[in-house]
């Protein structure tokens, strides 16, 4: 799909990788509504003046959810491209120094990284069913999910985190199934270590390992490159119904 002249939603704008996403989409000439529970502290710096607007929404949220994907519709006339990067991270082990792990933090993992994706794709792939195929495109939409590679090589403490980055990545193919009939791509991306708010707040003795399990570039990604593979990802029809690992290697 050409990025130009589209309009994308965009979960988790407001920071890290969906921040570098939604710069990407602007800078490539798409329109661009930001979905986030804090509101974007950053303005675009490319694009037209009325590329970018933003809602602030818990993607949980079903009732304010339907009203972002309204305000893209009202505004920008339809929805071609759905990225999802609101994510959380949490680590606690099953059974700490202080007992059982409670169950609520668990829950609120689950919640936001699968049930806010999957409520945000529900109301975009209503939106993209809508689309008019042309003779110059031959797809009505695609959708970018963000797994991890916790998905995979969980390690001691993330039995939240990876399960529901596991999610992400096991619902990708039955979602991209149904839509394959309606002209609507799905992909999954699997980052490795990412500098953004959310690993940046780890401490040394979490970071230091995993840079050095890290095996070619030896450092941590950058946002821009997790916005590239988005990129590549709407631009190749082929990418569909899989999860790309984008991790210099790293196998936690
Ligand atoms: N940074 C990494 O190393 C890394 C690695 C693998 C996967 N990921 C995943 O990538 C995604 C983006 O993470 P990031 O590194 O950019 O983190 P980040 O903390 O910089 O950005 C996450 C954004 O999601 C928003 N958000 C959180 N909960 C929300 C909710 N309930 N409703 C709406 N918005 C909400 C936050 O306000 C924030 O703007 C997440 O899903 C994360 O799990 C990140």
Redesign the pocket.
Same mark, same amino acid.
């Given at each position: 799909m050409k990025i130009e002249g589209k309009v994308a939603i965009v979960?988790?704008?407001?920071?890290?990788?969906?921040?570098a996403c939604a710069q990407r989409l602007i800078a490539r000439g798409c329109r661009v509504v930001g979905?986030?529970?804090?509101a974007p502290r950053w303005t675009p710096t490319t694009g037209s003046h009325d590329s970018f607007t933003s809602v602030v &929404?818990?993607?949980?949220d079903g009732e304010s959810v339907q009203a972002a994907h309204d305000r893209a519709i009202d505004r920008f006339g339809h929805i071609d491209i759905a990225i999802c990067? &609101?994510?959380?991270?949490h680590g606690e082990r099953l059974v700490g120094r202080e007992g059982p792990a409670k169950l609520d933090a668990f829950r609120r993992v689950l919640e936001?990284?699968v049930i806010?994706t999957f409520n945000v794709i529900r109301f975009s792939a209503a939106a993209m069913m809508r689309n008019e195929l042309t003779e110059e495109s031959s797809e009505r939409g695609v959708i970018v999910m963000?797994?991890?590679? &916790?998905a995979f090589d969980g390690q001691i403490g993330q039995s939240a985190?990876s399960a529901s980055?596991g999610a992400v990545a096991s619902m990708t193919l039955p979602i991209a199934r149904e839509l394959g009939a309606y002209g609507i791509r799905v992909v999954s991306i699997?980052?490795?270590?990412?500098?953004?708010?959310?690993?940046q707040g780890a401490s040394e003795k979490v970071r230091q390992p995993l840079l050095e399990q890290t095996v070619f570039p030896k450092r941590?990604?950058l946002?821009h490159e997790y916005a590239e593979l988005m990129e590549q990802v709407i631009a190749n029809p082929m990418l569909n119904g899989t999860t790309i690992r984008l991790d210099g290697a790293l196998h936690m």
């Open positions: 979960s988790g704008a407001s920071s890290g990788l969906g921040q979905l986030d529970i804090a &929404a818990n993607v949980v990067c &609101a994510g959380v991270l936001i990284n806010g963000t797994s991890s590679i &916790a985190y980055k699997a980052p490795g270590v990412f500098e953004t708010p959310m690993m941590f990604g946002p």
